[in-house]
T-cell receptor
Framework: EPEVTQTPSHQVTQMGQEVILRCVPI?????FYWYRQILGQKVEFLVS????????KSEIFDDQFSVERPDGSNFTLKIRSTKLEDSAMYFC??????????FGPGTRLTVT | TQLLEQSPQFLSIQEGENLTVYCNSS?????LQWYRQEPGEGPVLLVT?????EVKKLKRLTFQFGDARKDSSLHITAAQPGDTGLYLC????????FGAGTRLTVKP
């Protein structure tokens, strides 16, 4: 069964540093999403991406965040200058044509 | 902001019992999804409901979407310890909003 993969599985970074989280989506899926989940809290929508453009973004997705699909396959989330409160699990998800959304295993980001 | 309220927040039952968990909102959704999430892992999709009043069954799990597409329920029959986990609902209206989840514990 095809699956979404994410790298790295765990990233530790210092406050103020830039991080790039990577996702390899399921091929032929059209919609891509990033979510975050702070430890013990709910899954929060960050941004959706369709046809190489941001489709929707939440209030969390401010100027410090950006998304790209640089090579037509990988899907990245960049945080320009990390803050302590950015520490969370970040999940990439894909939405296919069958109303099904598949999540990756997540990247645990720890900002120190 | 579309809020999804899930209840109960925690549920602990004995093996063999039946249970229902709820997902409610004041917003109408084009579709609603139920997920199960294990600690440290991503949510795993259980079902998507699209039509108001729709009922879907997945073995011992029965999912219902409210007629007005604002709420949903998940019923588990004869719960087993393997059903233990965090059950999340998420509503779709161009973005996906998740509820906080119901943490289910099934004791043998």
């Amino acid at each position: 069964e095809p699956e979404v993969t994410q790298t790295p599985s765990h990233q530790v970074t210092q406050m103020g540093q830039e991080v790039i989280l990577r996702c390899v989506p399921i091929s032929n899926h059209l919609y891509f999403y990033w979510y975050r989940q702070i430890l013990g809290q709910k899954v929060e929508f960050l941004v959706s991406f369709y046809n190489n453009e941001i489709s929707e973004k939440s209030e969390i997705f401010d100027d410090q965040f950006s998304v790209e699909r640089p090579d037509g396959s990988n899907f990245t989330l960049k945080i320009r200058s990390t803050k302590l409160e950015d520490s969370a699990m970040y999940f990439c998800a894909n939405w296919g044509q069958g109303n099904e959304q598949y999540f990756g295993p997540g990247t645990r980001l720890t900002v120190t | 902001t579309q809020l999804l309220e899930q209840s109960p927040q925690f549920l602990s039952i004995q093996e063999g019992e039946n249970l229902t968990v709820y997902c409610n909102s004041s917003s109408v959704f084009s579709s609603l999804q139920w997920y199960r999430q294990e600690p440290g892992e991503g949510p795993v999709l259980l079902v998507t409901v699209v039509t108001g009043g729709e009922v879907k069954k997945l073995k011992r799990l029965t999912f219902q979407f409210g007629d007005a597409r604002k709420d949903s329920s998940l019923h588990i029959t004869a719960a087993q310890p393997g059903d233990t986990g965090l059950y999340l609902c998420a509503g779709d209206n161009n973005d996906m909003r998740f509820g906080a989840g119901t943490r289910l514990t099934v004791k043998p």
